[in-house]
């Protein structure tokens, strides 16, 4: 599913959610492969915060 643009915390949780939702189906955040859930969602975090900076356009 694609995530959504924003930057508030309400889209930046959402976009987590769904990340690990993903995680939890596929077994994978796009091309990464985190082996546990605590991983996955560090790497969720960390996709999301990137997403919200990048629609901020600074």
């Known amino acids: 599913m694609p995530l959504k643009k924003g930057s508030s915390k309400l889209v930046?949780?959402?976009?987590?959610?769904?990340?690990?939702?993903d995680?939890?189906?596929?077994?994978?955040?796009?091309?990464?492969?985190?082996?546990?859930?605590?991983?996955?969602?560090?790497?969720?975090?960390a996709i999301a915060l990137s997403k919200a900076r990048k629609s901020r356009g600074t």
């Open 12 to 21: 930046v949780s959402s976009n987590i959610k769904t990340l690990v939702d």
């Open 23 to 45: 995680w939890k189906r596929d077994g994978a955040i796009g091309t990464s492969h985190p082996p546990t859930k605590k991983k996955a969602v560090k790497q969720a975090v």
